[in-house]
């Protein structure tokens, strides 16, 4: 018996054997299918960091202006008091952001908005939470002016600069073929420059829309494939994963008075519209995560509420607490390689150099 | 007759030329002696920048301490505000010190002396202008807890580390037989290690001390003797051109009231004895030039009029113009070769960090 029955046993192994075998196929092959699907949606809505310097309009990026702007970006001396820097609210060292909630400018006195990330600013469709500045050139000449936060004017920048012959070479050497090169405008062109190097390509999740699967892990994946279904991806899509375009905060619910301070009506100082009210620009989430706290407001310290907030206030939503982690598991993906910057030597002031000044 | 005269001519000329030859042998001769005593001299003065990281006492220079000290002096979360570094007094892109006069600290306070450099402080025989701290060790715990500078607490910066694994796993690395080596001593420990590698060789003049007589140009090796020989290297001498002894500010002539303000007793303060009233440490001169203005009260802001008020006041010297000029030019030759420093990306806060507080 034992050897009749060993046959027909042994097909049914094989059988049992061929039938699993299928089904794990399919099974693999449907789970294979959901995950090029995911890539796929991933790949429609969002872009890869290039590894390479992007192109800014107007302003070749040269070796030249960089390295000017890199040392701008570093120098005190810009502002009135000769102790703020672009890095100083702008710290490459704390995820291209200062400790927050707000920043603190000339006098110690408190700006009016959380600093936005420097790191791959680039990207972002204009500059500011409300997009006033509608590229890089244009923003470096704001905080410079801001009384709350440098508190210069652009005669005492180009006076700083034209009293210290290392700068003047140096713009001669950016702006080859003008004639007066130190002026404002270059000031501010060859910052911009130096923030074009200042992307941070090969997160985890460029790898993943660069056709890696396995660059995400199970529960990333689960956070992106959330990210995209409950709706966070209409506003935060594209290269910068945001930072595309502008959006109501609190589309569905007002969020509360701590987080949106009624007297920053947003986007319509900037375009006059009533319903730009409470309008901001759509965050970049690129390496949020190095970046505590969030949004414009600075108020809150944790990424997981701040995914919660999102999700009641824009979407409606009620996540629930493995969806907030796997959505933060996702946005953790988000951080790239930042670029090693070697901090300038800056030149020595001189005696037409002018003095700081400290006051109001 | 001129076939006749010919040869008396031209035994004449040889004459002349062989004693030319001899003269200018004898001169060049006593100018090469005068040369070498002029190196002898200085070097029984003043001693090279070593190219090699010193040894500092009770704290072996290692390279996580370095690394780790690095990421601290840059990390403006060790402050209560959360913006202000070590780095943000003595920044190392302008000559290891601020814009001065005095550093601004949190609350926009004003500190009472010119914050003085890091470059090569580790030779220094004390710390700060009244030589307080017998090392940088005990240097670097001061500016942190000070209220007009950082204004924080061992306890907040041992949370603020702690909160980081980063920071925890880097001070294990750093001290590898502690078992809790996050500790306000360990912090100052790494600190001082990397202001050990803050150090500035191959200055012209050390390239001289070391023999090369061609590294000084003729003005420099003028006031290199004029320095010597009115007196400066009375008390600027050493490895640092000063930073070895103290000696009061105004010797034969008391300063202004601007320069020497009179609530700032200087050295009495720390040893309670009167004739240490107005006495400081010796400014340390090397790279003197990259860092007006100019004596604890910051209120000189060029080199060239720091070096008369010196003559004058401490060594009733008065230096006509071209002494003057060839002073200041020996001292731009103690200018040497800065560090090159990445900057540090530092750990991202976490939700138990301490939050920045701005309020005094």
Known sequence: MIHIRKKPAVLEVHLVRKLCVAAIAILVSSQAGADDDLMNAARRTFKPIPSVVPAVKDNPVTH??????????????ISASGIISCNTCHNLGTGGADAGPTSIGHG????PRRAPTVYNAVFNVAQFWDGRAPDLKAQAKGPVQAS???????????????SMSDYVVMFKKAFP???????????????EAFEAVLITPAAPFDQYLEGDPNALNVQQKAGLKLFMETGCSSCHNGINVGGQDYFPFGAVERPSTSLLPTADKGRSAVTKVASDEY????APLRNVALR??????????????AVGVMAEVQLDAKL????????VAFLNSLTGQLPKIEYPILPTRTETTPLPSTGK
Do not use: C
């Not at 629930?320 to 959505?327: A, G, P, V």
């Open 64 to 77: 030249e202006k960089v390295e000017l702007g890199k040392m701008l970006f570093f120098d005190p001396r």
């Open 148 to 162: 709350v936060e440098m508190n210069a004017t652009p005669e005492h920048v180009i006076n700083t600069l034209n």
């Open 108 to 111: 110690w006195q408190l700006g």
């Open 279 to 282: 309008v901001f620009r759509a």
């Open 292 to 305: 505590p706290p969030y949004f414009h407001s600075g108020q809150v310290w944790s990424l997981k509420q």
């Open 320 to 327: 629930s607490d493995k969806e907030q982690n796997d959505i």
């Open 177 to 191: 073929i003008e004639a007066s090169p130190v002026t404002f405008d270059n000031f501010a062109k060859s910052i």
